[in-house]
């Protein structure tokens, strides 16, 4: 199994900006489609954006397009999510997750095989 690590979350003013990064390691990064998912609190785990094992395509929910761009250096391990735009029903944990079951357009919850513990995202109006 790949294992995950996030970092740069953090407080943020509406409006600013902030990039996550998820460094992979354990096994073949680019037999891996990766996403990003986010948990406000009390709510479910949602889908946020995903890239192909290539890097070529990219999938977003409607909420953050425009806003999000979702991105991956396969030398390097690392997916990234850079969120411009911030509002405060962003904020959330988010979570780097890898799935090797399926397309990354066809990424759910239920395709995941690993999961990143999560970084804090808050967004003060």
């Known amino acids: 199994q790949v294992q995950l690590v996030e970092s740069g979350g953090g407080l943020v003013q509406a409006g600013g900006s902030l990039r996550l990064s998820c460094e992979a390691s354990g096994r073949t990064f680019s037999n891996y489609a990766m996403g990003w998912f986010r948990q406000a609190p009390g709510k479910e785990r949602l889908f946020v954006a995903a890239?192909?094992?290539?890097?070529?395509?990219?999938y977003y929910t409607d909420s953050v397009k425009g806003r999000f761009a979702i991105s991956r250096d396969n030398k390097k391990n690392t997916v990234y999510l850079q969120m411009n735009t911030l509002k405060p029903e962003d904020t959330a944990v988010y979570y780097c997750?890898?799935?090797?079951?399926?397309?990354?357009?066809?990424?759910?919850?239920?395709?995941?095989?690993?999961w990143g513990q999560g970084t804090q995202v808050t967004v003060s109006s």
């Open positions: 997750a890898a799935n090797s079951f399926t397309t990354a357009q066809g990424m759910g919850i239920s395709s995941i095989n690993t």
């Open positions: 890239i192909s094992r290539s890097g070529q395509d990219t």
